[in-house]
């Protein structure tokens, strides 16, 4: 089935001593097949995952036909590390993962012996590549008093170099914690999350100065002047868009929570500031209620993603079908630099385990989704 492949120009922020720059990335924008191409293709699917007795996982921000082949062949659609936890304790031995590369990373951490494939292993993100290992290796040696607390949208080999990583939504609770013991915080990668985190709890922390692409263009003035327009709806900002948007929420959450938000609040108009892919899962979970786009761009700006992240876009039917064919890009992680990043990771889930019940993950997959809800990255 030939498709013609859309090369997209990126700009994302680098850190740089005594500031930051912008860099300069790439993604491929797969073509959109027809309607008898995208049907052949969603059974062909269903048909290679049973054959390879593959599992699915794919994230909130893929495309709406991934989440829901995801689900309906027994895989799941979450935040990344839900979908690394799940792929972890499925006994399926290949893990298809779609989303971006720190997120099979992730599962390969925690699933080591397991094959994990990706639709493309060149989809990334800008918080990953606005963190190399060397430089932010080189940041901590430099300040050597502090814990070093890292999110999940890094790299293994940054994940390596950490003492906790955390999520959007444990993120404060574990830095309310350390702070509580007298610690001093080295953060790293999102200056927004940091910021926030910061703001809530008092920390002394030290912010690495990285941003997503996506949620660093939600404006605060225009989203001031849509919710004149819509003055019932209710706000839903995730923590890594900027301060003057944060502050206009009614929930500041990260993905699952937002969901749960829009499933449960009594509001029928919901405006909200993520990644443009989780509208989907939203208008299923809560069907009959309104979602709008908070804006990125008043009428002079230029829009670097339009709400949607131009790497979890390059998963597509077409390459999905392709690397189950193919048994092809496998994600493969260093096993010294697993060994290192599953320690910060399992501090994470210890502490989470802990907060919640007292007890530490299983591989009980319902009672772990109900412990962990709402726990997620992104």
Same mark, same amino acid.
């Not at 036909?65 to 792929?87: I, N």
């Not at 599962?107 to 080591?112: D, G, T, W, Y």
């Not at 092809?328 to 989470?352: C, Q």
């Given at each position: ?16 001593? $005594? %500031? ?8 491929? @924008?797969?073509? @959109?097949?027809?309607?008898? +191409? !995208? ?7 269903? !048909? *290679? ?7 699915? &996982? ?6 709406? =036909?991934?989440?829901? *082949? ?6 799941? &659609? ?8 799940? %792929? !972890?304790?499925?006994?399926?031995? /290949? ?5 971006? !590369? ?10 080591? #012996?397991? /094959? ?11 918080? #990953? ?7 932010? /290796?080189?940041?901590? =040696? ?11 949208? @890094? ?16 993120? *404060? ?35 690495? +100065? ?9 404006? $605060? ?15 839903? &900002? ?11 929420? #009614?929930?500041?959450?990260?993905t699952s929570q937002m969901i749960a938000a829009a499933v449960n609040m009594d509001a029928? /108009? ?10 989907h899962k939203m208008r299923t979970a809560a069907p009959g209620k309104t979602f709008i ?22 998963? $597509? ?24 990043? &599953? ?18 993950? %299983?591989? #009980? ?10 726990? %997620?990255?992104?």
């Amino acid at each position: 089935m030939e498709q013609t492949i859309a090369i997209k120009p990126i700009e994302y922020e680098h850190p740089s001593e $005594g %500031g930051s720059c912008v860099a300069h990335a790439w993604a491929r @924008t797969p073509a @959109t097949p027809s309607p008898e +191409q !995208r049907a052949e293709l969603i059974a062909r699917i269903k !048909r *290679l995952l049973k054959e390879r007795e593959a599992v699915l &996982v794919a994230h909130y921000y893929v495309d709406a =036909d991934l989440q829901d *082949l995801a689900e309906e062949t027994g895989g799941c &659609v979450s935040d990344s590390l839900e979908m690394a936890r799940f %792929g !972890r304790d499925h006994p399926a031995k /290949t893990l298809v993962v779609a989303g971006v !590369r720190f997120m099979g990373e992730t599962a390969k951490i925690l699933s080591p #012996d397991k /094959t994990i494939l990706m639709p493309d292993l060149d989809a990334t993100c800008s918080l #990953d590549l606005g963190c190399p290992a060397d430089e932010f /290796t080189a940041f901590c =040696d430099a300040h050597p008093d502090r814990t070093v607390v890292v999110y999940a949208n @890094t790299s293994a080999a940054v994940k390596a170099r950490a003492d906790w990583m955390v999520t959007s939504s444990i993120g *404060l609770d574990i830095v309310k914690h350390l702070h509580e013991q007298g610690k001093k915080i080295l953060w790293a990668p999102d200056k927004h999350l940091g910021g926030y985190i910061q703001k809530e709890t008092g920390a002394d922390m030290l912010l690495w +100065q990285g941003s997503c692409l996506v949620h660093d263009e939600f404006k $605060g003035v225009e989203l001031d002047l849509l919710k004149a327009e819509y003055p019932n709806a209710k706000v839903l &900002v995730h923590p890594e868009s900027p301060a003057n948007v944060v502050a206009q929420a #009614d929930v500041v959450g990260s993905t699952s929570q937002m969901i749960a938000a829009a499933v449960n609040m009594d509001a029928d /108009t919901f405006i909200v500031a993520t990644d443009n892919g989780i509208l989907h899962k939203m208008r299923t979970a809560a069907p009959g209620k309104t979602f709008i786009e908070a804006p990125t761009a008043g009428n002079s700006a230029t829009c670097k993603s339009c709400a949607h992240c131009p790497w979890m876009a390059m998963n $597509g039917l077409q390459n999905l079908a392709e690397v189950l064919e193919n048994m092809g890009n496998e994600i493969h992680v260093d096993p010294e630099i697993g060994k290192l990043a &599953v320690k910060s990771i399992n501090r994470m889930l210890d502490f989470a385990a802990a907060k919640k019940a007292k007890v530490a993950p %299983g591989a #009980d997959l319902a009672r772990e989704a109900k412990l962990f809800k709402g726990i %997620g990255p992104a």
